[in-house]
């Protein structure tokens, strides 16, 4: 069983920079591919970044590509999203989601096992 945690979320001005960070419990953890997926309301969830479990692949929506970085410290059992430039659009709850199998479905949200409760981003024009 892995629990997934997220943190770093805020309240910022347009322009301006956030860290999130998706902590995992579980020795097995540093094996599963993460995604971060966010959700607007009235909007449905939405795919934002991928990391592969090496690290060495990283998938971006267009909407984020050059503007945020997802990347994986695997011996803290973590994976971080760096957040700059952000824009009004970008608000919403962030989740960070685990897939023990390292599908090649990264883009569909019931691909992943694991899912963290989530971290409000807010950014004020």
């Known amino acids: ?54 690290g060495a692949s990283t998938n971006y929506v267009d909407s984020v590509r050059g503007r945020f970085t997802i990347s994986r410290d695997n011996a803290e059992n973590t994976v971080h999203l760096q957040m700059n430039n952000l824009k009004p659009e970008d608000t919403a709850v962030y989740f960070c989601a685990a897939d023990p199998w390292g599908s090649s479905k990264y883009l569909d949200p019931q691909t992943y096992e694991y899912w963290g409760q989530g971290t409000q981003v807010t950014v004020s024009s």
């Open 1 to 54: 069983q892995v629990h997934v945690v997220e943190s770093g979320g805020g309240l910022v001005q347009v322009g301006e920079s956030l860290r999130l960070s998706c902590v995992a419990s579980g020795s097995t953890y540093s094996r599963y591919s993460t995604s971060w997926f966010r959700q607007a309301p009235g909007k449905e969830r939405e795919f934002v970044a991928h990391i592969s479990w090496s």
